[in-house]
């Protein structure tokens, strides 16, 4: 996990390492505490930087390891203390205490954000749907685009709008069984005309985005399987909520759909 894992060794390995070197200099640990949290932020730099998990699962390693070095030389006596006896005072504890509860709240929301939620704490914490199945995916039949593009490009979404409205394609479908991370399940496309015929011969790609790191993404060719059903076996790689774009071509007609989709722990 981006948050845990880092933010597990430095809040063990810092202060083993912090008593070590104090029992060798027990006068100086507010000075190791300190470069014991500088050494803990430069040697989880590289790591960001090649995996990349985003700027609040950096912000908030970064505040673990920063507090644990704090808290250590917090409760360390000065250099030219009269005693070398430890002391905490109840004004630092409240607030190391609130922020402490704090990055622990948003550490479960960040991962619940990443991996989602599991399908047995998902049936524990939810309520049970009311009045009907579940649909797992839906495609409100709108171009994907972001509003907030130049306006020329806009205005060729605003067109290629009109032109997908005016052509009334249907698509329906979604996934064949309950989608599962880490196995292979069936997503199928259905596409017909404004007329209800089976549109052939298309190409059809899925692409499947996560809101929480662009790095899971992964695009999906989809075959066609019979007159306008269009098929693919999907893996995806973690559960949760994914971002589902289905892109069908063909000829000069470029029909363009999101949804979005559930997928269940192992």
Do not use: C
């Amino acid at each position: 996990m981006p948050v845990l894992m880092p933010a597990g060794i430095g809040v063990i390995l810092i202060p083993i390492l912090f008593f070590l070197l104090r029992g060798r200099f027990p006068t100086a640990g507010r000075q190791i505490a300190f470069i014991l949290g500088v050494l803990a932020l430069a040697a989880y730099a590289p790591f960001a930087i090649l995996r990349w998990p985003g700027i609040d699962v950096v912000a908030m390693v970064s505040a673990v390891l920063v507090m644990t070095a704090f808290i250590l030389g917090l409760i360390s006596p000065p250099r030219n203390a009269a005693a070398e006896k430890m002391t905490f005072h109840a004004g630092p504890a409240t607030i190391i205490a609130f922020f402490a509860v704090i990055i622990l709240l948003n550490s479960i929301f960040l991962t619940l954000a990443t991996n989602g939620l599991s399908a047995g704490a998902a049936k524990q914490l939810l309520p049970e749907p009311q009045g009907g199945p579940v649909a797992t995916s839906f495609f409100p039949g709108t171009v994907a685009h972001d509003f907030q593009e130049k306006y020329s490009e806009f205005r060729a979404y605003d067109q290629a709008l009109e032109e997908q409205s005016r052509r009334g394609w249907q698509v329906g479908r979604g996934w064949v069984d309950d989608p599962v991370a880490g196995k292979e399940t069936p997503f199928r496309v259905e596409v017909r005309d404004a007329e209800g015929e089976p549109v052939a011969d298309a190409e059809v790609t899925a692409s499947f985005m996560r809101p929480a790191s662009d790095r899971l993404d992964f695009d999906q060719v989809l075959t066609e399987v019979g007159p306008g059903l269009y098929q693919a076996m999907v893996e995806p790689s973690h559960p949760g909520r994914w971002e589902v774009m289905v892109d069908i071509t063909r000829g000069e007609a470029t029909h363009t759909l999101r949804g979005w989709t559930d997928v269940a722990d192992r």
